[in-house]
Every structure is written in structure tokens, then in C-alpha cells.
């Protein structure tokens, strides 16, 4: 089993700040089956970024994904105080889907 | 407009059984491949199982392989979670998706709490 490892658990950060998320993974995966998520709570998640690298419809372009085999990073530039949330990513392989631990974005 | 609706979920002792279901519309159910996802309340998300257009592939964590079964019926638009031999573990938010590339919709859950 691929293991996505997210750092860091928390990020404090301010609004109009930039905040750079990382997932690592066990093993190489295939980008085209790596993607973000957003979760509010009381809500269900929100697709942000498939591909590593594509936005999903809707997905303002403060939203950035990048990254390659086992590192990838979500980078979110100027936060707005709708982005305070947590982010998870996820990735396809060996038949099965995987979630990182997820991130939690804080209003400092 | 997309709608993924979740239904089933409930109090069940351990050992029990239920029944998830999710009907969605909005977008071609017959060609997508769907999938369940859950969340302990405060707790990470932990993907459940997929199933492909036509449920000849089929695919799920170890935690529930032999007792959750997932099916499909592309005549009613929907998804069935059969979960069987229910345990505390169990206990979680219940989320219906459609799968893909990646789950590019999501239903607001169902709540199965497995308790005596």
C-alpha cells in the first residue's frame, strides 16, 4: 500500500499569506491519479486539483498544484479566509486509493 | 446540475447489518465509476470501495474485504454499500462519490453509528 504522508499537520498563517503544502509518498505514483481536496466542517470534501497539477472547475487560480513520483505540494498564495480549512490529498495505486492525513490550514 | 444523495445510514448494534444507498444525477451514472468514502467524526477520510461502469471491477480496503459489499444498478442511477458484521470501527460518515481520475463529486454523507 502507497502511504501519502502530509506535512506539516498544522499551518497558523494570516490571511494574504502564502501556504505550502507538501504529501509525501511511500512509493512512486502516478500523477495523473494524484489530487487535493478541501474540507470545511459539517461539509463534504472539495475537489481542488486531479493530475497533480489541474484545477477543478470553479477552483480559483490562487490554487496551485505541483510535483512529481513521490513529492507533491499544494500551494495556496494570498489565503482568504474562506481558504482556512483542511486539505488532504490522495492518489490511486496498487487497486486501491490512499488519503494522506490530511493538513489543517489556521487563521494565525 | 450534479446531486449525490446518500441514504441508509443509522444505529446498528455490532454484528448487525446495513444497507447504504446513493442516487445521483446530473452527469452519465452508467459510464462513471463510483466509489465510498468514510470519515470518523474529527478524523481523517478513508477511501471504502469502487466499483467500475458495468461492476465487473471491483475494489476495496482491506478493512472491509469480506464483509462490505458494493454494487450498482444503472437503471435507478444508484449505488449500493451492503455492509455486513458491523463493528465499532465501523462507525464513521458515509460518503458516495463519483469516481474517476479523482472524486469530482461528493454527497453530504450518511451517519452509520455501530453501537450496543
Known amino acids: 500500500e502507497i502511504v501519502l504522508t502530509q506535512s506539516p499537520g498544522t499551518l497558523s498563517l494570516s490571511p494574504g499569506d502564502r501556504a505550502t503544502l507538501s504529501c509525501r509518498a511511500s512509493?512512486?505514483?502516478?500523477?495523473?491519479?494524484l489530487a487535493w481536496y478541501q474540507q470545511k466542517p459539517g461539509q463534504a470534501p472539495r475537489l481542488l486539483i486531479y493530475g497533480a497539477s489541474s484545477r477543478a472547475t470553479g477552483i480559483p487560480d490562487r490554487f496551485s498544484g505541483s510535483g512529481s513520483e513521490t513529492h507533491f505540494t499544494l500551494t495556496i498564495n494570498r489565503l482568504e479566509s474562506e481558504d482556512f480549512a483542511v486539505y488532504y490529498c490522495?492518489?490511486?495505486?496498487?487497486?486501491?486509493?490512499?488519503f494522506g492525513q490530511g493538513t489543517k490550514v489556521e487563521i494565525k | 446540475e450534479v446531486q449525490v444523495v446518500e441514504s441508509g445510514g443509522g444505529l446498528v448494534q455490532p454484528g448487525g447489518s446495513l444497507r447504504l444507498s446513493c442516487t445521483a444525477s446530473?452527469?452519465?451514472?452508467?459510464?462513471?465509476?463510483m466509489t465510498w468514502v468514510r470519515q470518523v467524526p474529527g478524523k481523517g477520510l478513508e477511501w471504502v470501495a469502487n466499483?467500475?461502469?458495468?461492476?465487473?471491477?471491483?475494489y476495496y480496503v482491506d478493512a472491509v474485504k469480506g464483509r462490505f459489499t458494493i454494487s450498482r444498478d444503472n437503471t435507478k442511477n444508484s449505488l449500493y454499500l451492503y455492509m455486513n458484521s458491523l463493528r465499532d470501527e465501523d462507525t464513521a460518515i458515509y460518503y458516495c462519490?463519483?469516481?474517476?481520475?479523482?472524486?469530482?463529486?461528493w454527497g453530504q454523507g450518511t451517519v452509520v453509528t455501530v453501537s450496543s
Open positions: 462519490a463519483k469516481d474517476g481520475q479523482c472524486f469530482d463529486y
Open positions: 512509493q512512486s505514483v502516478t500523477s495523473k491519479y
Open positions: 490522495q492518489q490511486w495505486g496498487d487497486s486501491r486509493w490512499t
Open positions: 466499483i467500475n461502469e458495468d461492476g465487473t471491477k471491483i
Open positions: 446530473g452527469f452519465t451514472f452508467s459510464k462513471s465509476w
